[in-house]
């Protein structure tokens, strides 16, 4: 079952979130999602196994310039995880249609998300899911 998040299940996506961002610490993901929740510009869905949360997929409208788009806004894939014992049965794949059917209903023509360079499974799963490959790009920065 997929549902739309409400802030009630606010520490549940947070607890999931933890397992895809570990370097977070848990009052901090459930307060940013929290900001999530209630914006009218994002959204995040749960993934149950009967009574067991066991994914999530957290999107939003971008107005900025997204690679590889030519509309605004887009809908954007901010994360997804789905635990490992539930992988491989599709999962990934309707949390990820129902944040195109969200975009959608805003008014999205086009959907994009990003991957870390070396995370190949991710690739893998944007490539199976129809995302076209726009750039690649490595960031840098430096204190001042």
Not at 70 to 80: F, K, R
Not at 109 to 119: G, K
Request: hydrophobic fraction near 35%; charged fraction near 30%.
């Amino acid at each position: 079952m997929i549902k739309k998040v409400e802030l009630a299940d606010s520490h549940l996506v947070a607890q999931l979130a933890l397992l895809l961002w570990p370097e977070h610490k848990i009052e901090d993901l459930e307060e940013e999602l929290k900001g999530y929740i209630t914006s009218k510009y994002a959204s995040i869905f749960l993934c149950f196994d009967e009574e067991q949360t066991v994914g999530f997929a957290q999107c939003q409208l971008r107005q900025d310039y997204v690679e590889g788009t030519q509309t605004s806004p887009v809908g954007y894939l901010e994360g997804i995880y789905i635990k490992a014992d539930y992988r491989k049965r599709g999962l990934a794949h309707r949390l990820l249609s129902a944040c195109e059917e969200w975009a959608k209903l805003k008014g999205c023509s086009e959907f994009a998300s990003d991957c870390e360079l070396d995370n190949e499974d991710s690739l893998k799963f944007h490539l199976s899911t129809g995302f076209d490959e726009a750039n690649r790009i490595i960031c840098f920065n430096k204190k001042l």
